[in-house]
């Protein structure tokens, strides 16, 4: 059941009888790529979703609640519209990090099944997520702004930190410019299953309904727990600052 449907996204309900689970489709052209128009469709999308959840009955409420985003064809997302991103500045920087903060927050727990290639800004989209979920035929995962000659600010820089905890991994993601396949993502630890196509909404489907139970009541317990969680993280992306290395000039 469609419940949003916008020009750029689709949220929809695949199960009527469990009306706080929900698939956000991508829908801005072939590569997804993030526009300030984009932005803010998905905070639309996730503002439904508060409205949904806020007017449920107890009894669905006791549910809990889950959200999986995906996309199809070739990427997951190509990331941002750089040339339109660098040209507004703090327009889209400052949107585009308070959306990651969202999600990495949201009071449901979140799986992005990632259909395919998944760069730079849409990298750090999938991690915003608690779980991915990634096809193991087709796409990568890489933050390639190394080899595009752009500086990560704080914020970005905060989000991929924060899911690639291991050294090594995060060296060869920020330094080399690692274009991860699914089986080395999740060698790496950052990619949670890898499917095959056919199975890869009704798997990121699967995990959503088992961990649905963990927002059971739907009041702001695991948003305060992913926020505590990921307090630095959440603190760098809302903080604003666009500026890499701003903190050099006092050493």
């Known amino acids: 059941m469609s419940l949003v449907d916008l020009p750029l996204v689709r ?7 469990f009306p706080s689970l929900f698939i956000l489709h991508l829908n801005n052209g072939a590569e997804n790529r993030f526009t300030l128009q984009f932005v803010h469709e998905l905070m639309q999308a996730l503002d439904h979703i508060d409205h949904v959840l806020d007017t449920l009955d107890s009894t669905h409420a006791e549910r809990g609640g889950a ?7 070739k990427f997951y997302s190509n990331g941002l519209a750089i040339e339109a991103a660098m040209e507004q500045g703090d327009t889209f920087y400052v949107p585009y990090m308070r959306m990651l903060a969202r999600m990495l927050t949201l009071r449901i ?11 730079a800004g849409g990298c750090m989209f999938a991690l ?47 330094l080399a410019g690692h274009r991860f396949k ?20 009704d798997t990121a489907l699967e995990y959503a309904r088992a961990l649905a139970s963990k927002a059971s009541g739907l009041s702001q ?5 992913k926020a505590e969680m990921y307090r630095d993280t959440v603190t760098m992306l809302l903080a604003g600052g666009t500026t890499p290395g701003g903190f050099m000039s006092k050493l």
């Not at 799986?111 to 998944?118: D, P, Y």
């Open 11 to 17: 949220l929809t309900n695949p199960d009527p009888l």
């Open 67 to 73: 959200l999986v985003t995906t996309s199809s064809g």
């Open 109 to 119: 727990p979140t799986v992005a099944a990632i259909n395919g290639h998944a760069f």
């Open 128 to 174: 915003a997520h608690d779980y991915r979920v990634m096809r193991a035929d087709r796409g990568w995962i890489a933050m390639n702004e190394v080899d595009l000659g752009i500086p990560l600010i704080p914020g970005m820089a905060a989000i991929v930190k924060a899911k690639i905890t291991h050294a090594n991994y995060l060296r060869d993601c920020l």
């Open 182 to 201: 699914s089986s080395d993502a999740v060698a790496a630890g950052f990619i949670d299953r890898a499917v095959s196509q056919d199975e890869l909404v």
């Open 221 to 225: 317990k695991l948003h305060l727990i």
